[in-house]
């Protein structure tokens, strides 16, 4: 019944309806060859509910550094300045900023006009598998998809690490080593889900479009969309 289980229980929801608007379509695909149809209605909601889970997982991420930081650099103050009406209302903040980051790119996507080529080179409806398709100049698509992109990775990846010098700051003010040892195990999941989550969808978004592969872009979206949040669970009972 603590802040960080609350935030976990939130981050493992949000992981698991995201891999599920995905898991379907892939694994008919998976089954079908690659030959299953998906209407544009279809495949524009997939993408929406995706970008929609998967930024509020982001931000989520930063949520759970700033308890971290809290629990850490102001551990009897914790229950008062993390109190349930807060962490309502990060979660619900989290939820409403990947609401906010979702409906405009989705719906400045699918006004592209797309022709008879018709299919993806994914095995889900990625915005930049699906931007390949447009009979159209999408230069301000993707310069819109790659600021959005930055703006909402940096962001919360900024405030992870400013909390982050903070709290190691706090630990080596520790004196005994159980002490140091203890505070940084509550912090060593936090850190490793924060590296997957983040450097794969770097490498999705960020990179350049003349050094994108969408061969290898469809293997790290593997690791984030499927083997992640497997991992995740494995990463927190670990530590516990």
């Not at 819109?144 to 990775?153: C, G």
Request: aromatic share 12%; charged share 10%.
């Amino acid at each position: 019944h603590s802040p960080m289980y609350f935030l976990l229980a939130n981050l493992a929801v949000l992981e698991i309806f995201y891999t599920s608007a995905i898991a379907p379509l892939a694994l008919a695909n998976l089954l079908s060859m690659g030959k299953t149809p998906v209407s544009v209605t279809g495949c524009g909601t997939q993408m929406f509910f995706f970008v929609f889970l998967g930024g509020a997982d982001c931000v989520l991420l930063a949520v759970m550094a700033y308890d971290r930081f809290v629990a850490i650099c102001y551990p009897l103050r914790y229950t008062v300045i993390m109190s349930w009406p807060l962490c309502v209302q990060l979660m619900a903040g989290s939820l409403g900023l990947g609401f906010l980051l979702s409906l405009p790119l989705t719906t400045l996507i699918f006004h592209l006009p797309f022709g008879n080529n018709n299919e993806i080179y994914h095995f889900y409806c990625d915005m930049p598998a699906v931007m390949r398709l447009a009979r159209a100049d999408t230069h301000v698509h993707r310069t819109a998809l790659y600021v959005t992109s930055f703006i909402v990775l940096s962001v919360p990846l900024s405030l992870i690490s400013i909390s982050y010098v903070f709290i190691v700051g706090a630990i080596v003010r520790i004196r005994s080593a159980q002490g140091r040892h203890r505070a940084f195990s509550t912090c060593s999941s936090h850190i490793l889900v924060v590296l997957l989550q983040y450097g794969c969808t770097s490498f999705i978004y960020l990179s350049p479009s003349s050094s994108y592969s969408p061969e290898m872009g469809r293997v790290v979206s593997v690791v984030y969309t499927f083997v992640t949040p497997i991992l995740n669970p494995i990463i927190y009972s670990l530590r516990n």
